[in-house]
């Protein structure tokens, strides 16, 4: 199946965009931060987390990979249907050091 092919469902979308906005908030990142981190224009990020528009699989992971660097995981299916993040304490510094940037 190709990434054309490939359909989420509402809830995968619903999560997905949950994952994003959490992990996001976590690290204390804007939208033009993870945007930058990840590679994916800002115009799609928004878009995105705005529910404007499904998200691909190419952006999904993108945005992933930033969220892992950063140091949270995502660890899908935990609760069931659900998911948990993971945040290193690497991760709680970055937050604490963009707490100061306001």
Same mark, same amino acid.
């Given at each position: $199946?190709?990434?054309?092919?490939?359909?989420? #469902? /509402?809830?995968?979308?619903?999560?997905?965009? !949950?994952m994003i906005r959490a992990a996001?908030?976590?690290?204390?990142?804007?939208?033009? $931060?993870?945007?930058?981190?990840?590679?994916? #224009? /800002?115009?799609a990020l928004a878009r995105l987390e !705005?529910?404007?528009?499904s998200p691909r699989l190419s952006t999904v992971s993108k945005i992933k990979a930033a969220f892992e660097e950063a140091g949270i995981q995502v660890i899908e299916g935990q609760p069931a249907g659900g998911f948990t993040l993971q945040v290193s304490s690497s991760a709680l510094q970055m937050a604490a050091e963009n707490a100061g940037q306001v």
């Open positions: $199946m190709t990434e054309s092919t490939f359909k989420m #469902s /509402l809830r995968q979308e619903v999560l997905v965009v !949950s996001r908030s976590a690290l204390g990142w804007t939208q033009p $931060m993870l945007a930058k981190r990840s590679g994916v #224009s /800002l115009v !705005s529910n404007a528009t």
